[in-house]
C-alpha cells in the first residue's frame, strides 16, 4: 500500500496562489492514477482532479478547470496541484489519492480511492 504525505497548504487571499505537494512511499507510484480531492467543512469530500499513471491524461472538476494544474514527477514519487486565483469557496482540507489498482482509472469519486494522505489546510480568505 502507498503512503501519501501532504505539504503546501496554507493561508492565501483570494487571487493568490498554492501549491500543494503529496510525496509517496514504495516503489509503486509512477504505477498509479492519482487525484487531488477536498472536503469543506460540512460537506462531503468531494473530487478536484485527477491524473493518469503516466500523467498523459487529465481530469478536472468544473469548479476548478482553468485555474488548478495537476501534475506529477514519478521519478521524485511527487503529486503536485497547482492553485491559481484561488477563491474562498475553495477553502478545504486537501487530500491526495491513489486510485485503487496500478494502471487502472483515474480516481473520480471517492469509491476510486485505494489510499489516501491525511489531509493539508487551504484557507483563502475575502
Known amino acids: 500500500q502507498v503512503q501519501l504525505v501532504e505539504s503546501g497548504g496554507g493561508l492565501v487571499q483570494a487571487g493568490g496562489s498554492l501549491r500543494l505537494s503529496c510525496v509517496a512511499s514504495?516503489?509503486?507510484?509512477?504505477?498509479?492514477?492519482m487525484g487531488w480531492f477536498r472536503q469543506a467543512p460540512g460537506k462531503e469530500r468531494e473530487f478536484v482532479t485527477a491524473?493518469?499513471?503516466?500523467?498523459?491524461?487529465?481530469v478536472y472538476a468544473d469548479s476548478v478547470k482553468g485555474r488548478f494544474t495537476i501534475s506529477r514527477d514519478n521519478a521524485k514519487n511527487t503529486l503536485y496541484l497547482q492553485m491559481n486565483s484561488l477563491r474562498p469557496e475553495d477553502t478545504a482540507v486537501y487530500y491526495c489519492?491513489?486510485?485503487?489498482?496500478?494502471?487502472?482509472?483515474?480516481?473520480?469519486?471517492?469509491?476510486?480511492?485505494?489510499?489516501w494522505g491525511q489531509g493539508t489546510q487551504v484557507t483563502v480568505s475575502s
Open positions: 489519492a491513489t486510485g485503487r489498482s496500478i494502471y487502472g482509472l483515474k480516481p473520480q469519486r471517492v469509491e476510486d480511492v485505494g489510499s
Open positions: 514504495g516503489r509503486t507510484f509512477s504505477q498509479y492514477p
Open positions: 491524473i493518469s499513471w503516466r500523467g498523459g491524461t487529465t
